[in-house]
Nanobody, 116 residues
Framework: QVQLVESGGGLVQPGGSLRLSCAASGFPFSSYPMSWYRQTPGKERELVATVTSVGGSIISSDSVKGRFTISRDNARNTVYLQMNSLKPEDTAVYYC?????????WGQGTQVTVSS
């Protein structure tokens, strides 16, 4: 079955960096786009970025453009989100997602907290 497992979250000071990872299994990873979303309490889940099957990236959130980068390693079945110049408003649970055979699959999420 499809599994997505995020890691790399934690507590970081404003201006710091984190790299999130999402390890995928159970589907032909290299053939499918992957996305990162984030969610804060009381708000809808927000699409942050998408990487195509061949590595093209789309940053969907204006608030992270120029600071976040999405990438993938098809040999490792892993998608990454490099987050630089972090701000307190980036605090959220970050999820990776794919759609396989027309069904959405989510990871369990990883908490990112930006605070001094």
């Amino acid at each position: 079955q499809v599994q997505l497992v995020e890691s790399g979250g934690g507590l970081v000071q404003p201006g710091g960096s984190l790299r999130l990872s999402c390890a995928a299994s159970g589907f032909p990873f290299s053939s499918y786009p992957m996305s990162w979303y984030r969610q804060t309490p009381g708000k809808e889940r927000e699409l942050v970025a998408t990487v195509t099957s061949v590595g093209g990236s789309i940053i969907s959130s204006d608030s992270v453009k120029g600071r976040f980068t999405i990438s993938r390693d098809n040999a490792r079945n892993t998608v990454y989100l490099q987050m630089n110049s972090l701000k307190p408003e980036d605090t959220a649970v970050y999820y990776c997602k794919t759609t396989y055979k027309m069904l959405p699959y989510w990871g369990q999420g990883t908490q990112v907290t930006v605070s001094s």
